[in-house]
Each structure stands twice: as C-alpha cells, then as structure tokens.
C-alpha cells in the first residue's frame, strides 16, 4: 500500500496517462509558420501562401479525414505543395491518401512529388495514376508555371531518386542533379524557384541551381524531439541529423523540412506532433519601401 492508495489503481493511472500522452503526440496536429522573404518575388505574389504536407504514409485524421482537412482550408492558401510519403510501403493501402486529396483540391491546387516509400511500394505507377486523376499536378522532374496578371513564379518537383538507384545509394547525388536540371530547364535564370523534393540531406545539391525555396520532408522531424538536441534520427541522415525541420539557409537557397504527419517504421512520434506548414511568400523590396 502507498498512502492508503494500492499499486494497481496508480498502474492503471500510469497507463491510461501513458496512452494519453501517446494519442495526443501521434495525433494533434500542429501548425508551423514561416515568412520567406526576397527581392525576386514579383509583387503580384506578395502574400502567396504555400501550405505543405508531407510523409502522411496514409494516416487518418478523422472521418473523411476532417481535422486535417479544416486546419488546411482555415489557412486559405495559393497553393498545397505535397512533399513524398503519402503512402506507406509496409501497410500499403491508400484510401485515406486519396480521400485527403479529394477534399484538398477543393481547396487549392495540389503539387506533388514523390517519396521513397511511394516507390518502395511498387505501387507508385498506379498511384501516380491515380493522383493524376483527382487533378494534382505531379511533378516528376518537371517544373510548371504559376501565374498572377503578367508576372510568375516557377514551382519545380523531382522524383525520389529511389524511384532509379536501383537500390545503389552512391546513384543518389548524380541522379537528383540530373532530375534538377532536367525539371529547371526552360526557367528563367532570375526568376523565383521553388523546388518541391523529398529529401531534405541534399541541399548542398538544390543550392547549387539557385533555388529560392525548397520543401522537403522524410526526416519525420527526428521521431523523438528532446530540448537543446532537437531530433534523435532521421532516414539517409542517421543520428542527431542536421536537417530535420524547420528553415535552413545555404547560400541564396532556403529549405523549410515539414516533420510530416504519419510514422512508419517507429510507431511512435515523442514531443513531436503531426506537423502542417504554413509558409508566406514575401517581396523583400516591397518591404523596404513601406
């Protein structure tokens, strides 16, 4: 006995805190906000909003996938920008991935590249098929414009190199170069790029083609998040990874990397919640005027 109170009944308690604890950090999702600012921005994009998601690995957020659905629409973006994962290669399956679309594309046009799993899965031609379908714009090492009035901006997407390594990681760097220049070419040297990839360890790469922003995701923001360390492993990183949220600045270029929504291999997300990013385009002359 402890004070009067049995082991059990302070077992049971621990549990049920335990279960809690872990619904709520797999399931609450959380919004990150960034501005990104520059002097290539054309004024008719001032105040673009871009929301990103990324690695859903066809998780379900509610009945026809609701609580995700409303947090996007209550954001009103341009734009959904879909970084990779939306299915997962261990439990293929993918309603949940297409419900959350139809119910997306009737908010914004989507742009989507894939990720690994999509490929690991075998299933991305039929999936990619059916993407197509629903009306999002895959890009697969493409670039397309987006206009307002006379001016535009260039959004850019590749494939997970996976998708032709052909399980040969030392394949990865040739081919994502060879992906960017292929999907860059056509675009105007000073116009504003985005870069829509999966994998957020090769910015040394998309910093090279002078990419103004680039959205990634994979490293599922470390899995485990703990104070002053940030996350503890990521995919193609290993250990303590250098990229695994948030913004990072190498030359001109800048990467936000979205901690994604689902899990995979680790089934559990630690101080760590589901993530929506909510990223505003900013004209940095407009800025300097006011």
Do not use: C
Request: glycine fraction near 10%; charged fraction near 25%; proline fraction near 5%.
């Amino acid at each position: 006995m402890l004070g009067g109170i049995g082991i059990k009944p302070i077992i049971i308690v621990v549990i049920l805190l335990l279960i809690g604890f872990s619904y709520f950090q797999n399931n609450s999702i959380v919004i990150s906000r960034y501005r990104i600012k520059s002097n290539k921005l054309p004024r008719a994009f001032e105040g673009y909003k871009i929301v990103q998601l990324s690695d859903l690995h066809n998780k379900g957020f509610g009945k026809g996938q609701r609580r995700l659905v409303n947090i996007v629409g209550a954001e009103r973006p341009d734009i959904i920008a879909f970084t990779g994962d939306i299915i997962d290669s261990r439990r293929f399956g993918y309603a949940n991935s297409i419900e959350l679309i139809r119910q997306l594309i009737k908010i914004a046009p989507i742009y989507y590249v894939t990720g690994n799993h999509e490929w690991a899965s075998g299933y991305a031609p039929k999936l990619l098929k059916r993407l197509n379908d629903e009306g999002v714009e895959v890009l697969n090492d493409v670039h397309r414009d987006i206009s307002i009035d006379r001016d535009k901006i260039y959004i850019l997407g590749i494939d997970d190199p996976s998708s032709k390594n052909q399980g040969i990681r030392e394949r990865e760097n040739p081919i994502v170069r060879a992906a960017i220049q292929e999907a860059i070419d056509g675009v105007p040297k000073y116009g504003f790029k985005i870069l829509l990839s999966h994998r957020p360890e090769k910015l040394p790469i998309y910093s090279i083609f002078d990419i103004d922003l680039i959205l990634s995701g994979h490293a599922h923001g470390g899995q485990v998040r703990l104070p002053l360390i940030g996350g503890l492993f990521a995919p193609n990183q290993g250990i303590l990874p250098k990229y695994s949220e948030g913004q990072h600045k190498l030359g001109d270029s800048t990467m936000v990397v979205s901690r994604g929504l689902g899990n995979s291999i680790a089934p559990q997300r630690i101080f760590n919640r589901p993530e929506v990013v909510v990223i505003e385009l900013l004209n940095e002359r407009a800025e300097e005027v006011n």
